[in-house]
């Protein structure tokens, strides 16, 4: 299996935190993973065998990937079934990074939800679909699928604002900043920014705030086994177990116990690799 994290040139670092390319060969049947609620935006190539992901209470089939997706934050754990031959190339943007990439567009309409890059960028996304599909450079992928987001970002020329400071806050659990706080740094009112907050992020700042911290805890219990969850609940500012219990429920569909259960079945690990990674 081959795994690998890369960091983004200088220019994209405000709207792209990284880049990662996982290469598995999973045996001759396809197996199933768990993929819970994340608040990640992110941009996922598929250059050789498809992907199926299944809703994760229902077992329903949602889709069969195309080679290239875009998803946006979830709230709905999904399974994916993946092929003998998996190769995954994944861009993970900044907070609001998605937003500017795509030129404003509403990130609601991303929302728990999934789509084909190829509706977006039709020419560009089938050409970078089958330069990726001729090559088995991991290092030559990764360039060219940043050569696709600098033109992308020259092309829109996003500016700063003080909002994405008010997002980076958000990313750290344990410092639990209210509404108003958070409102003050992006220099808004708390009506203008859970307004603005809609717009680039797709979801509500609680939503993302609860998702960003039940991420974490999973993420940090996969990686660090020796820990008890009492630990994971004091690292990832939850009041207690029946706190974590509800969120991981709402966000996985089950138990922290049994969610661990399902992401050890096999070698693979998508998710808890992800967060690693990219923490």
């Known amino acids: 299996m081959f795994f690998h994290f890369y960091a983004p040139t200088p220019v994209l670092r405000p709207y792209v935190r990284g880049y990662m390319v996982m290469h598995a060969q999973v045996g ?7 993929f819970p609620a994340g608040p990640d935006q992110c941009l996922y190539f598929y250059p ?40 995954t190339v994944a861009v993970f943007f900044q907070p609001g990074g998605l937003h500017a990439l795509l030129g404003k ?29 001729s090559t088995d450079d991991y290092n030559l ?15 829109n020329r996003p500016q700063a604002e003080p909002i994405d400071k008010a997002f980076q806050l958000m990313l750290h659990p344990l410092q639990n ?16 920014f859970r307004r603005k907050f809609y717009e680039k992020m797709g979801l509500s700042p609680i939503a993302f705030s609860r998702i960003v911290r039940f991420s974490k805890a999973f993420r940090l219990k996969e990686n660090n086994p020796h820990l008890d969850w009492l630990d994971v609940i004091c ?15 709402e966000f996985s569909g089950t138990t922290p116990t049994l969610l ?6 096999h070698q693979v690990r998508i998710y808890t690799s992800l967060g690693h990674s990219l923490s």
């Open 235 to 249: 690292l990832t500012g939850y009041h207690d177990f029946r706190h974590l219990l509800r969120d991981f429920k």
């Open 105 to 133: 567009m509403p990130m609601t309409k991303f929302f728990d939800f999934s789509l084909d890059s190829a509706l977006i960028w039709p020419a560009e996304i089938r050409e970078l679909n089958e330069q990726l599909a």
């Open 28 to 34: 001759d049947v396809p197996i199933v993973k768990p």
């Open 141 to 155: 992928m990764t360039a060219l699928v940043e050569g696709f987001l600098v033109r992308q970002y020259a092309r």
């Open 177 to 192: 900043y209210s509404i108003e706080q958070l409102a003050d740094v992006a220099c808004l009112s708390t009506r203008q």
């Open 260 to 265: 661990s259960e399902d992401e050890q079945r």
């Open 48 to 87: 050789r065998d498809p992907v199926v992901s299944f809703k994760g209470e229902t077992g329903k089939q949602v889709m069969t990937a195309d080679k290239s997706i875009i998803v946006g934050p979830q709230v709905s754990r999904v399974n994916l079934e993946l092929h003998p031959n998996h190769l």
